[in-house]
């Protein structure tokens, strides 16, 4: 079907990752668009000589992102810059007219998301959205199928987690997202909350309340000349909120953003409890969805696995693994889709759905400090 001229506007590890699946689109199966990266741009220069090396067919090198935006084959641009560059860089790439994917949490703080989504309303022809890859792990589609085939009957509770150990290490040089004024006040709600939001929020479990429970753990790390500096961000979150349904069914949902959590390397999971079934997936077991089974008045845990199928058919048998890359390159099979105007049945995260993220980690930071359950309709 042809390709889409892209620029990478932030070379770090999430712009290699998207080479890296550019570069296996023959991975794919289907008339998808593949997008071809033509222009990188970073202020780093460090990081701009494994794209020289590697990435053949770029053509355009620059350190500032507006000569990127100014070069007319560019069609479409992926963004991973600092939180607080979202505003600027998002909003001049929309009114560029370019297609964009951009990073979490699509704006510094609600102010900031608020006009990304005022450029996006004026350029309807701009297929601009957020990067979330987890949800397309195959066990984690199969669970938002059930649920939207109605599996768990009606909702208990639901649990949405995302956490990993990194910084357990207290002696690890503090970077940009320890800081408050670059990642923002969210902490690691903004980094790595959309990833717990994407499928409660796409099959329409929105809180209506949060309490929430913000912990900096470390309050000080090494900067690059080894003195120790202030550390401020929040390290861990959890949000105790309130959903209710269309339907009128009410439940909590427990949403976990953890920085610091012994024993997890890289974990996201979503457990969903019901008075007809329960279900759950993680990363931990990447191949598998489970469930339970009724036995009269007991409940059994069984445990499929799915094997290797995504909702992007591809060249690799069903029999064998799913992991990370392939969670990206599936979300990218997505976007493009989109772009040619085939959305899939499970999309990438939109901008309006960015406006609840930021509505829920706004009134979660004035639940932490009030003390009180905040409702997000205030925010």
């Known amino acids: 079907m042809g390709k889409v001229k892209f620029g990478i506007i932030g070379c770090g590890m999430m712009g290699r990752e998207f080479v890296s699946a550019a570069s296996r689109w023959c991975h794919l199966l289907g008339d998808i668009p593949a997008p071809e990266v033509i222009a990188v741009c970073d202020t780093n220069e460090a990081l701009l000589g494994w794209y020289k090396k590697h990435v053949p067919s770029v053509r355009h090198i620059c350190a500032d992102y507006r000569e990127l935006l100014e070069i007319d084959e560019v069609e479409a641009v992926y963004c991973a810059v600092p939180h607080n560059l979202h505003e600027e860089v998002y909003i001049a790439a929309i009114e560029a007219g370019k297609h964009l994917l951009g990073e979490k949490p699509f704006g510094i703080d609600r102010a900031a ?12 022809e701009c297929i601009v959205r957020c990067a979330s890859q987890f949800p397309f792990y195959p066990g984690a589609q199969k669970l938002v199928r059930w649920i939207n085939e109605g599996g768990p009957g009606q909702v208990i509770e639901v649990k949405s987690g995302f956490k990993h150990s990194s910084d ?22 903004g980094d790595l909350g959309i990833h717990t939001h994407h499928i409660p929020f796409r099959v329409g479990w929105v809180p209506e309340r949060v309490s929430a429970q913000l912990a900096n753990i470390v309050t000080q790390r090494p900067d690059a000349q080894g003195c120790q500096v202030p550390c ?69 845990w069984c445990r499929v696995v799915i094997g290797y199928k995504p909702q992007t058919p591809t060249i690799t048998g069903n029999i064998f693994e799913f992991g990370f890359t392939d969670s990206i390159l599936q979300m990218w099979g997505a976007y493009m889709s989109e772009i040619a105007g085939k959305p899939q049945n499970f999309g990438c995260y939109t901008p309006e759905e960015t406006v609840l993220s930021h509505k829920l980690c706004t009134a979660a930071l004035a639940s932490e400090k009030s003390k009180k359950a905040e409702k997000l309709e205030d925010y």
Request: aromatic share 10%; hydrophobic share 35%.
């Open 113 to 124: 998301n608020r006009a990304i989504l005022e450029a996006a309303g004026r350029h309807p």
């Open 168 to 189: 357990i290490d207290t002696q690890k040089k503090i970077n940009w997202k320890r800081m408050v004024d670059v990642n923002g006040a969210y902490g690691c709600m």
């Open 232 to 300: 401020e961000t929040w390290d861990n979150a959890l949000l105790a909120c309130d959903v209710r349904t269309q339907n009128g069914d009410a439940f909590p949902m427990m949403i976990e953003n953890k920085r610091i959590a012994p024993g997890s390397t890289n974990e996201w999971y979503i457990e969903v409890y019901g008075m007809k079934q329960s279900a759950k997936f993680s990363t931990n077991d990447p191949c598998a969805f489970s469930y339970t089974e009724s036995m009269g008045s007991e409940q059994a």
